[in-house]
């Protein structure tokens, strides 16, 4: 099964694919992850995007459709998340031409809805362990009070360059401008499905496990 999870920054999408990963034996494919990998080795690529992250403006479609070509080259499991990826209507066609090649489908698209307002505070607060990345946030999932990840027992607490309240509004504006036309583009599709972002993470959870199922 491959699926996308569709949503502005902050809507819950790495949460809900740690979950699936767990669960389903699926494959995680966030364009932010590896875009942030490429950053923190320092290649080539790390530099040219290390500043356009930073603003919160997005990197070019050439260079993460090339990142994901690369990764449906790999094992695909239980299938793949597309997490942060499509974000253009022009990586969204990509998406559709590289699957077809590879005599693959799209299953689901899953819009999870999440207001402004709430997108500021889950940003802010947001937190990831350097080892795994399980994700945190200070009020709703504080970083354990012994120093260890609950996850892998790491102690290293990170934060993003990006999450700071300029870069968020930008990040909001890029969302709205290139990403959202995508909730059209798949719902034409018939692909769509939506999910409230807003309820608990275990009721978000629920919510997309019962359009999988479906
Ligand atoms: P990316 O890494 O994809 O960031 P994003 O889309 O801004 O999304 P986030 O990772 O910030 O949020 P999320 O939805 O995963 O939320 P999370 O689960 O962490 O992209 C970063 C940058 O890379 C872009 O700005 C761009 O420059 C570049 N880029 C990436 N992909 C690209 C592409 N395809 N094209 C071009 N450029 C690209 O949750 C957030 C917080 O909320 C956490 O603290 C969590 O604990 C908490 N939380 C989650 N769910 C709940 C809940 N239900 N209730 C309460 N709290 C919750
Ligand atoms: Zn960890």
Redesign the pocket.
Known sequence: MNII?L????????????YLVDTRNMIQL???????EAKDSGTEMGKI?AD??A???????E??IGL?REKLEGDKAGGFIF??????LA?ADALAELLEEKGEKLDAVVE?Q?DDA??VS??T????CGDCGE???????PWPADGKCTNCGGTTQKR?A??NED??K??LM??YKKTSPLIGYYYAKGQLSSVD?????D??RAAISAILDA
């Open positions: 999870l949503g502005p920054p902050g809507a819950g999408k790495g949460t809900q694919a740690r966030s364009t932010g992850d590896m875009l942030r995007v356009v992250m603003r919160g403006d997005l990197v070019t479609d260079i993460v994901i997490d942060g990826f499509p974000r253009t990586q999870m999440v709430a997108l889950r940003i607060g947001r937190s990831t994700v945190y946030h200070d009020e709703t999932k993003r990006d999450d870069s968020l930008q990040r890029e969302y972002g807003l309820g608990e993470i009721g978000v």
